[in-house]
Every structure is written in structure tokens, then in C-alpha cells.
């Protein structure tokens, strides 16, 4: 089936460094998602985006988040500066049209904050 | 939004039939039923959605009940592959704010 592609797959990163996070989406898709999921836990909602723009965000969605698809390839998921609390799991998602369509995730990008 | 319950695991042996289900009172007549799995060390994939009455593709069975407060993931024959947590997720088509994703059922085949 489709797939989400997600670089890095891993990342160790000291606390106060800026990390990016890299999706490469299913190619005709339109949404993009970002999600998080700290070990253990469930799935969170980050944030959503659209032609161009973020259209919803969670509370999760601190300020030193940020979502861009710069070149029109890659959908980044930046955090500048990282904090402990960062570290986790994060998913991104692709889908043609809005959140009703079917999603498909990335395999993740593990992010560790030290 | 609807909220949904799930029992928090199930086991079940390779070859059996596992029906996982879902409790979803107050979904609303926009609202539709999706379910999603997730295998250690992966994001979630898409396996059925439904509205009413019964949906089935190649890989599961969803049955509704009449009153649409009921659904059930029916996973035939079961394989290790199979072992992941399973996710009900209730939504409209015009909601923005992502999937929720609640704790799931976790399954467990043994060979």
C-alpha cells in the first residue's frame, strides 16, 4: 500500500538543541499530520496541515513547535529549542483528503532528549 | 465527539477468530466508525470503516449494531502477525482536529 516515509528513524539530541523531523507523504496526499506517543501511552494529536497551513493543533503544540513543507517534498516537524519532555515517538500521517479519509502513518522518528 | 470503550486486551491462539468490540453511546448521526492497528515499532494502519449494518474487506469484518452503539472487529484467523493494539475511532468526515486515539485493545496471539 502507500507509504509514509520518516527521517531519521532515531535521534538523541541534547536539551536546547533544535531537532527536525522529516515525513515524506504519500505523493498524491493533501493532508499531513504530525502525532505523538510517548512509550506506553496513547497516540496524541499534534497538528494538522493544508495547503500550506496549519489548520488545527493541539494543546500539545507548544511554541517551539513548528510545521512547514518548505519545497513542496518533505513535511518537517521542527522543535527548536527541545525540552525532556519531547522525547518521544513521533508519527507522521498522510491522507488525500481531510480527517474522514483514511490516514497512513510513517513507521515514526524516536526522538531522545538528554 | 463520541467517546469509545474498548476492553483493554484479549488473547487468542493462531487460527482462531478474535471479535474485538467497541462501545460508542453517544456517536452521532455524523459520525462514522474506523478502525486502526498498531504493531510494535510502527505508526497505525487503516484496516475497516463503517456506518451501519455490516462492512467487510480482506482483511476483517465490522458489524454495527441496529443502533449504531455497538461495533465489532472481527479478525478471522488469526496470525502472530495479528498480535498489535487495536484502535476504534469514532468521527465525522468535516472533524479537523486528527484522529483520537484512546488506549485500545490490546491482542495477543500465541502460536
Known amino acids: 500500500g502507500p507509504k509514509v516515509l520518516q527521517i531519521p528513524s532515531h535521534q538523541i539530541i541534547d536539551m536546547g538543541q533544535m531537532v527536525t523531523l522529516n515525513c515524506d507523504p504519500v505523493?498524491?496526499?493533501?493532508?499531513f499530520y504530525w502525532y505523538k506517543q510517548i512509550l506506553g501511552q496513547q497516540m496524541e494529536f499534534l497538528v494538522n496541515?493544508?495547503?500550506?497551513?496549519?489548520m488545527e493543533k493541539s494543546k500539545l503544540f507548544k511554541d517551539q513547535f513548528s510545521v512547514e513543507r518548505p519545497d513542496g517534498s518533505y513535511f518537517t516537524l521542527k522543535i527548536q529549542p527541545t525540552a525532556l519532555e519531547d522525547s518521544a515517538v513521533y508519527f507522521c500521517?498522510?491522507?488525500?483528503w481531510g480527517t474522514g479519509n483514511t490516514l497512513y502513518f510513517g513507521e515514526g522518528s524516536r526522538l531522545i532528549v538528554v | 465527539l463520541a467517546k469509545t470503550t474498548q476492553p483493554p486486551s484479549m488473547e487468542a491462539y493462531e487460527g482462531q477468530e478474535v471479535n474485538v468490540s467497541c462501545s460508542h453511546t453517544?456517536?452521532?448521526?455524523?459520525?462514522?466508525i474506523y478502525w486502526y492497528r498498531q504493531v510494535p515499532h510502527q505508526g497505525p494502519q487503516f484496516i475497516i470503516q463503517?456506518?451501519?449494518d455490516y462492512v467487510v474487506n480482506e482483511v476483517a469484518s465490522l458489524f454495527i449494531s441496529a443502533d449504531r452503539k455497538l461495533s465489532t472487529l472481527s479478525l478471522p484467523w488469526v496470525s502472530l502477525r495479528d498480535a498489535a493494539v487495536y484502535y476504534c475511532?469514532?468521527?465525522?468526515?468535516?472533524?479537523?482536529?486528527?484522529?483520537?486515539f484512546g488506549l485500545g485493545t490490546r491482542v495477543s496471539v500465541f502460536p
Open positions: 453517544n456517536i452521532a448521526t455524523s459520525e462514522y
Open positions: 463503517g456506518y451501519k
Open positions: 475511532i469514532v468521527t465525522d468526515h468535516n472533524y479537523a482536529q486528527g484522529l483520537t
Open positions: 500521517a498522510s491522507s488525500f
Open positions: 496541515f493544508y495547503n500550506g497551513k496549519v
Open positions: 505523493s498524491n496526499h493533501l493532508y
